[in-house]
């Protein structure tokens, strides 16, 4: 086969081809490592060498467009140079070489049953080499105003903490909506012309889009050190400064990962997360289609076919004709674009109702979504006056989301009127098939999926409840004090800890969720015989070094990981707790000892002791071994490490997308499709969901990415 590539002395150099196959219409040559490589007819394999001998940790990549989607396949090199793209669908595929110290190979056409052996291009300077290092190590380059400044600087926002400064500026603040660091975020947008100084091109940049207003608002209360510090960032990149530390390539069991990637959705509007299975059973919906949350920018549910590798969508409806659009005040995006955006000018390029933040599959693989179904006024069933017995106990006027059920079998949409906000979903582990919530502000919601069927009645099949900790130490709910009010040891006391994520555990009945704010940490909700007038609520906050809750998730002996914006995947575990867990001094900070963290990889910003600048959004754990690293493995989106961080006995693994740069994760999901498939049948499922697609590799015109992650035995397996 001929190379294709540009007709420079490099390109002609940078790739050559056995002829072990009759499509290889490439000589013979001198022998090769990659020549020995066994394949099977759907594998390509080979292998990359340089001007030093073979390459060791390098990915190889492996994309076409010639299928119903867009599919890139990468695996990395073992410690001989080797490596086998497997299970390719019949297609032509560019096939190049990336890593670390390395420009990208020139690109060779093959299709599978091919050996392809290729030259690897040492990086001329290190600003080439920096090209291709993940945003954490550019982002670190950030500083950091000190410690000493705050309360004292008169740039920095009133009331604003080093540890608060920080959360805002990664996992609670600016990264909670896009991958910061990448080519696309270290530069500024030429379209945006010329700017007095890097605080105002930043002043500029954050009004972009229908999310400018929310972006401005953020930066502005922090004061002007926030445009100053990131245009200062700009600034010394634009000249030619680079990052101080260096990505290592992968090692151990990171060479054994494969990830494969389709485009689905479009080029404008962006997608939240995906479901690809049931949380408690992940047979469910084996080898079946993906369904993805596209939250404001959409109401076309997009829908992927990973076997077919065919990209549709089901356009979700709502109740009330009328119903207004879910942008403007109220919502964390707006109608219009407060600036024009560099990539779409002023275009409305967001347009929704249902707002689907979240979806889960049931056992009997329905979809549940949380999603809005009418306007944000509650029906009186959910007001005072009502007899319904949450409404009696806390009466709920308004809610901009609910939830939806969707029968991909009968294509059938059935909405589900809510008295509480929905966000994320949970199914517990009881005979009613609860569906728990998050999302409710100053109330955690639940539906009874098995009454809903049997009756129809949404408002019998539903209820809420108030955060209410039993302070007086009596076992029992009583009458208590508001949040706002001082703690009465003769009273229980109500909180305000809303639930972020939402996590029923399979231990002993009780749903945890994580919450965020100044003060943040997780909640344990046990629902008691009769909720909602038996349901009690712990608090326990994180404690230094610890900062910045986000998403959390717990393993089934009921310790919960939590994402957290100091840069740490936090566990906490109750069973540790030596303080009484109710009472008046039961108020969050009585259980420090349950709390252990795990840095995150990647270097951390200087000047504020060791620490990791990685900035993940959420954590989910691994029950079922859908990976292939055992039961009970936490992981965390690495969205700053473009890919998902795994912790194995301690040590944390990058689960790395090297291609396009930029993938960033909200969420992930496992599937086991064939549990006798070994490796195979096996893997996480995962969404690019930055808000803005067209900021990763590859620019305007790229679409989101649906991101399948496998774990071989080794490099070489097919």
Request: with cysteine; hydrophobic share 35%.
């Amino acid at each position: 086969m001929k190379d294709r590539a540009p007709r420079t002395m490099a390109a002609r150099a940078a790739v050559a081809f056995t002829c072990l196959l009759p499509l290889v219409a490439a000589s013979c040559s001198s022998p090769n490592p990659g020549d020995s490589v066994p394949i099977d007819p759907d594998d390509i394999g080979g292998a990359v060498s340089g001007p030093n001998g073979p390459e060791a940790g390098v990915w190889v990549i492996a994309e076409t467009r010639e299928l119903g989607v867009r599919y890139i396949k990468s695996v990395v090199t073992d410690d001989q140079g080797r490596y086998v793209i497997p299970d390719l669908p019949a297609a032509q595929y560019d096939v190049w070489a990336r890593g670390y110290g390395l420009v990208d190979s020139a690109k060779a056409q093959a299709r599978p049953g091919a050996h392809v052996n290729i030259t690897a291009v040492p990086a001329p300077d290190e600003s080439a080499a920096a090209k291709y290092y993940p945003a954490i190590y550019w982002y670190s380059m950030l500083k950091i105003p000190s410690a000493d400044q705050f309360g004292a600087h008169p740039d920095i926002g009133k009331n604003f903490t080093q540890t608060r400064w920080l959360d805002a500026m990664k996992s609670n603040g600016c990264i909670g909506c896009h991958q910061l660091g990448q080519e696309s975020t270290r530069t500024i947008p030429k379209e945006f012309g010329t700017f007095a100084s890097g605080a105002d091109a930043w002043r500029r940049r954050v009004q972009s889009g229908q999310s400018g207003q929310m972006m401005l608002n953020q930066l502005t209360a922090m004061g002007p050190m926030a445009f100053q510090l990131y245009g200062d960032w700009t600034d010394r990149i634009a000249k030619g400064e680079l990052p101080r530390a260096k990505p290592q390539r992968p090692q151990g069991e990171e060479r054994n990962i494969v990830v494969t990637l389709r485009d689905w959705m479009n080029e404008k509007q962006y997608l939240h997360d995906l479901i690809a299975s049931d949380r408690r059973d992940p047979s469910v919906n084996a080898y079946g289609p993906l369904f993805g949350s596209p939250e404001y920018s959409s109401d076309d549910i997009p829908i992927l076919d990973p076997v077919k590798n065919i990209a549709t969508t089901f356009k979700a409806p709502v109740r009330d004709a009328d119903m207004p659009l879910s942008l403007g005040p109220g919502h964390a995006a707006g109608l219009d674009a407060l600036q024009p955006s560099a990539y779409w000018g002023n275009e409305r390029i967001w347009d929704t109702r249902v707002n689907n933040h979240n979806s889960m599959f049931g056992r009997d693989g329905r979809l549940w979504l949380a999603a809005a179904v009418r306007g944000p006024d509650n029906p009186p069933f959910c007001k005072a006056g009502s007899d319904h017995p949450s409404a009696k106990l806390f009466p709920m006027e308004r809610t901009n989301r609910h939830l939806a059920v969707f029968d991909p079998k009968t294509q059938k949409y059935t909405f589900v009127d809510t008295c509480f906000g929905t966000h994320h979903l949970q199914f517990g582990y009881d005979a009613n098939e609860t569906l728990w919530t998050s999302g409710g502000g100053p109330v955690v919601g639940w539906l009874n999926t098995k009454v809903l069927d049997e009756t129809g009645d949404a408002a019998k099949s539903q209820g809420w409840t108030a955060l209410v900790l039993d302070t007086n130490g009596n076992g029992k709910r009583d009458a208590y004090v508001e949040p706002d009010q001082p703690v009465n040891p003769a009273r229980d006391k109500r909180i305000q800890a809303g639930f972020y994520a939402v996590m029923p555990s399979p231990v002993d009945g009780s749903v945890w969720g994580s919450f965020r704010g100044a003060t943040s940490g997780v909640v344990r909700l046990d629902p008691g015989p009769n909720p909602p007038a038996t349901a009690l609520a712990e608090v326990y906050n994180v404690p230094a070094p610890g900062f910045g809750v986000r998403g959390a998730d717990v393993d089934k002996q009921g310790v919960v990981w939590v994402s957290l914006a100091s840069g740490h995947l936090g566990s906490f575990d109750r069973r540790k707790c030596k303080a009484p867990l109710n009472g008046p001094k039961a108020t969050g900070d009585h259980c420090p000892e349950g709390w252990s963290f795990h840095q995150y990889p990647g270097p951390g910003f200087e000047g504020i002791g060791e620490n990791s600048a990685e900035s993940s959004y959420y954590t989910w754990v691994d029950q079922h071994d859908t990976f292939g690293l055992g039961e009970d493995v936490p992981m965390s989106t690495g969205n700053l490490n473009d890919g998902l961080i795994a912790m194995k006995d301690g040590r944390m693994l990058v689960l790395r997308v090297p291609y396009p740069m930029g993938f960033y994760a909200k969420g992930f999901d496992g599937r086991i499709d064939d549990a006798s498939a070994g490796w195979k049948g096996r893997g996480l499922w995962a969404a690019n969901g930055d808000r803005t697609p067209w900021l990763i590799e590859g620019g305007k015109g790229s679409k989101p990415l649906a991101a399948h992650f496998q774990l071989r035995p080794d490099p070489l397996a097919k």
